[in-house]
């Protein structure tokens, strides 16, 4: 009897956390597909011309993060949804690829700033609300002789880092300047300029590698 109620036991836990599991593989799947499972707090679909530009700029940097692990420095944004002719998207359904700029901060060569970009794919989260990190292995690429040049990294998420003007030592506090969301098919994708940036969270963005 006791080996029937333990085997009766087992079936009942293991259906639970089957139920559970398909639910929740089921719901992410959903929500990663369907632009309309966004939050409304993340939704600009309803809003067009400047309005739009600005909810979708604010939205971008007001979701910036750093994030460091043993893999790295990532970087995320905020994410959204809009609409594009006439149909709800998800940023990162219309735009491919995110690039951030940042400058050294104090540091110059002949007149020109020391320069930083950092470039990857668009992808967002399950809960649509962040643009996946873009990580970056700092502590390889220091471990290099400072020279203007790039980087590339193919991990599960490939990143290129770009340098320019860099003088004979690695920089450690940069300044953000930009971010960019772009693809092929749209020349002038969306930009975040440096005065947008200040404007939006009241201050610059610096960044400690």
């Known amino acids: 009897m006791r080996k029937f109620y333990g085997v009766l036991g087992l079936f009942a836990v293991c259906f639970v956390a089957g139920y559970f599991a398909m639910f929740y593989t089921t719901d992410v799947y959903q929500v990663a597909r369907d632009p309309a499972a966004v939050r409304n707090t993340f939704d600009f679909s309803n809003l067009q011309g400047d309005t739009l530009q600005q909810a979708v700029k604010q939205r971008l940097i007001a979701g910036f993060e750093v994030h460091r692990d043993e893999e790295g420095t990532g970087i995320s944004l905020g994410h959204f949804a809009f609409s594009n002719d006439g149909s709800k998207k998800l940023a990162c359904q219309e735009y491919e690829t995110v690039t951030l700029r940042f400058e050294a901060d104090g540091v110059m060569v002949s007149g020109d700033s020391t320069v930083m970009e950092i470039e990857g794919r668009c992808e967002f989260s399950s809960d649509l609300a962040k643009i996946n990190p873009l990580v970056v292995p700092f502590q390889k690429i220091t471990g290099e002789k400072p020279?203007?040049?790039?980087?590339?990294?193919?991990?599960?998420?490939?990143?290129?880092?770009?340098?320019?003007?860099?003088?004979?030592?690695?920089?450690?506090?940069?300044?953000?300047?930009?971010?960019?969301?772009?693809?092929?098919?749209?020349?002038?994708?969306?930009?975040?300029?440096?005065?947008?940036?200040?404007?939006?969270?009241?201050?610059?963005?610096?960044?400690?590698?």
Do not use: C, M, Q
Request: hydrophobic share 35%; no cysteine.
């Open 147 to 209: 020279g203007d040049g790039e980087f590339k990294f193919n991990t599960n998420r490939p990143v290129v880092v770009r340098f320019s003007n860099l003088s004979d030592a690695w920089p450690t506090k940069w300044i953000l300047k930009s971010v960019k969301l772009s693809n092929p098919a749209n020349s002038e994708g969306l930009t975040v300029d440096s005065s947008e940036i200040s404007k939006y969270l009241g201050h610059p963005v610096v960044v400690t590698f």
